[in-house]
């Protein structure tokens, strides 16, 4: 969409998206030394709620749009991200034995390049259903609706993971 849609060239769409990890990066660096003092299913929940927004925000770019309503939009998203991965990782990695960190960051790898496959197939087949093969105002929409469908089914999960660390 950035590219057809909006007509920025491949340079400035690398550029632009790059806004997304960047932001994702450094918060996750702030996120990550919350989760010694905050439970993570609150965390979870709390980046879940960014990153939805953000998506949801992404709806409304027009062509019209400049890069730094693309850039904030796409920030907010990282930022959101950059809360919910962080601790989720800690938390994996710690509810591992030790002797099997190594292998518990190798299946936390895997399933993030799975979900990632998954993700850029589930784009390319609406873009496909929704307009032909080519990215437009409508399939990119479509697309950042359902991934924000999918953020709130994430904070929903997390939230669930509140009451048990109170529990135990």
């Known amino acids: 969409y ?13 550029l632009l998206l790059s806004a997304w990890p960047l932001a994702a990066g450094l918060t996750a660096q702030i996120s990550g ?42 920030m907010v998203v990282g930022i959101g991200l950059g809360v919910f991965g962080a601790p989720n990782n800690r938390a994996i990695l710690l509810s591992a034995p030790r002797e099997r960190a190594g ?3 190798g299946m936390q790898q895997l399933c993030r390049q799975i979900g990632s496959a998954i993700g850029t ?3 390319a087949v609406v873009f496909g259903l929704a307009a032909g093969g080519r990215a437009n105002f409508h399939s990119a929409n479509l ?9 709130v089914v994430a904070g929903c999960v997390s939230s669930f993971r509140i009451g048990r660390a109170r529990e135990s």
Do not use: W
């Open 33 to 74: 030394r919350l989760s010694d003092r905050y439970p993570v299913g609150l965390l979870g929940t709390f980046g879940m709620a960014i990153a939805t927004t953000g998506l949801v925000t992404l709806t409304f770019l027009t062509p019209e749009s400049s890069n730094i309503d693309v850039i904030l939009r796409l």
């Open 103 to 105: 292998g518990a960051g």
């Open 121 to 123: 197939a589930l784009v």
């Open 143 to 151: 697309a950042i609706t359902i991934g924000a469908g999918f953020t």
């Open 2 to 14: 950035l590219l057809n849609g909006m007509g920025r060239s491949q340079v400035q769409v690398g």
